[in-house]
């Protein structure tokens, strides 16, 4: 159980039924279409599981929020702040604003869309404040690659050999990490990033 950010492939985005997201899919390009945009169409076909392979997203929401939420509260405005965290579903386009659509979700009575290249951008302003590093810490999250390696150890071990402010809190520092992979992953691959 707990909350869980994962990738999401053609047939579950744009399937029907409990397991489908077909109804945000089309809302989401009724939305687009209105706005003058091209519908978002092009979702990749979920990859076999590969550990490392990058194909695939999966991360467990674990630590207290209460330092990341203070983290953005002084490093972002209020509108960047919700931004961030505002959102239920993350698409790889560039949206000038997030988009709410009328269908529940599983934490709302709405959908909240954002582009994933705006949330990269402040993910990537909280890692620099942070002073994350850039390596060391996982580049793929397939099956809680970033969870297991804040939670494990491998960040304390890490953080003895690379002190700086990300090494004063480890929860913050999973937290800019989680957001700034989710966004990376969502571009990459071009899949919708959804909280489950």
Not at 66 to 77: K, Q, V, Y
Not at 86 to 96: A, C, E, K, Q
Request: aromatic share 8%; net charge negative; glycine share 10%.
């Amino acid at each position: 159980m707990g909350i869980y950010l994962v990738s999401v492939g053609a047939q579950e985005w744009f399937g029907e039924g409990e397991d489908g997201r077909g109804d945000v899919a089309a809302a989401l390009n009724e939305e687009l279409g209105r706005r003058g945009l091209p519908p978002y169409t092009s979702v990749p076909e979920e990859a076999e599981f590969v550990r490392g392979s990058g194909t695939a997203f999966e991360e467990k929401l674990v630590p207290p929020m209460d330092g990341f939420a203070a983290l953005c509260r002084t490093h972002l405005s209020r509108a960047a702040q919700e931004l961030l965290l505002g959102w239920t579903v993350l698409v790889p386009l560039s949206l000038d604003e997030e988009i709410r659509l009328p269908v529940e979700s599983a934490y709302d009575l709405t959908t909240t869309v954002a582009g994933a290249p705006q949330v990269l951008a402040l993910a990537e302003r909280l890692a620099a404040a942070v002073e994350l590093p850039s390596d060391g810490i996982p580049a793929t999250s397939d099956n809680l690659e970033l969870t297991g390696w804040f939670l494990d150890g491998q960040a304390n071990d890490t953080a003895a050999t690379r002190p700086g402010p990300w090494s004063d809190d480890l929860d913050t520092a999973f937290y800019v990490a989680l957001y700034l992979r989710a966004a990376q992953h969502s571009i990459r691959r071009g899949c919708p990033i959804v909280y489950s």
